[in-house]
């Protein structure tokens, strides 16, 4: 075998070596390199218009009424019994379903009832022997003064007519407690008796004929008809002039009309400090069409010096539900970044918004916002 020469043996090693060790600064450069900071979303601005201030202020909202109860299940049982309907009136008081499977509870019943009429015998049987053992003690007392008769006998004669009437005691206590039985298993078999609580409409029924009930189960859940109530929000710059006894306007959502005045009761004490509005509760008087849960539009009187901006529809985001009394989010540009601006809709005119709450004249409104924009990104304006 030919031996390797010591020329090839040492170029070999320089080679291995300077491998190992070549441009040690690309790889700490690479290594170094920070990540590239986000560059700046390019978009396009425009002015608020000021609004004219015309028509009123809507606001949706949706009636409602004070009272409304639940029916619950009060025992376990099957619904034997349904004579109430989602849709039916009812009256208070009134039986609207029945559960079944209190045979055992009539059964108690009876035999409580039996040991009070036992014990109303017994309590009779007392009372005529407490009469025969005073009638002796009497006696014997008598004869005793005529010393007829031993001390000894007018003191047995008085413990007979003791013990009768602590007799008579015990059967009243353990009449009251069988009384008390009574009560107690006929309240519990009214519970088999499903009442309406309140005055008003079924508007929810849970309960389905023939089925297993559970104590505490939902069956029915009754609204009151009237009075009908309305509460709505109203930003606070435009909350001055309303208050307790103030009127306002009432139309169903599709339209304008107004078909009805309400007079607001109670104004919140504390402020939605989120969306910069202010809560009233108006009371609303009957009316065809109008019922618990019907959505709304309240009319508010705008004042005549009430700020008001016109802005495309454009600057609201692609999809956005935009509705007359609807509250919304936009985009402003504030410096190089961008922010956020809750704002609610008072009208639509064409390709216009009027806002009466939310933005200012002078605010710069980015138009067709990207969904990926955010609160807090850069933003580089381009008009």
Known sequence: MRAIPLTAVMLLIACVLTGCTAKPESLRTSSANPVASRSPLV????????????????????????????????????????????????????????????????????????????????????????????????????????????????????????????????????????????????????????????????????????????????????????????????????????????????????????????????IDSVADAASNTIGFLAEVPSRPGLVPGVAVNVHIPRRSTGPGVWIPQTAFPAGVDLRKGSASTIFVAAGDKCAARAVWVNSISGDQVELISGLALGDRVILSPSPELKPGDSVLVKN
């Open 43 to 266: 978009v396009q601005v425009t002015d608020p218009r000021p609004s004219t201030g015309a028509g009123d202020l809507l606001v949706p909202a949706a009636l409602s009424v004070e009272v409304t109860a639940l029916v619950l299940a009060q025992r376990d049982g099957t619904i034997s019994q349904l004579a109430a309907q989602e849709g039916s009136r009812v009256v208070k008081g009134e039986v609207i379903a029945q559960l079944s499977g209190d045979d055992d509870l009539r059964a108690r019943l009876r035999q409580a009832q039996l040991q009070v009429s036992q014990l109303e015998v017994e309590q009779r049987e007392y009372g005529a022997l407490i009469k025969v053992n005073r009638n002796e003690l009497d006696r014997e007392t008598l004869l005793f003064k005529q010393g007829l008769t031993s001390e000894r006998d007018v003191e047995r004669a008085q413990f007979k007519l003791d013990a009768a009437v602590l007799e008579l005691e015990k059967s009243r206590v353990t009449s009251q407690s069988a009384q008390a039985k009574v009560v107690e298993v006929q309240a519990e078999l009214e519970r088999s008796t499903i009442r309406a609580p309140i005055t008003g409409v079924v508007v929810h029924r849970y309960a389905k004929l023939g089925t297993n009930a559970v104590k505490n189960d939902k069956l029915f859940e009754i609204s009151q008809l009237a009075p009908l109530e309305v509460r709505f929000q109203v930003p606070q710059t435009d909350k001055l002039g309303l208050g307790p006894g103030s009127m306002v306007g009432v139309s169903q959502l599709e339209s304008d009309q107004v078909v009805a005045t309400a007079r607001i009761r109670r």
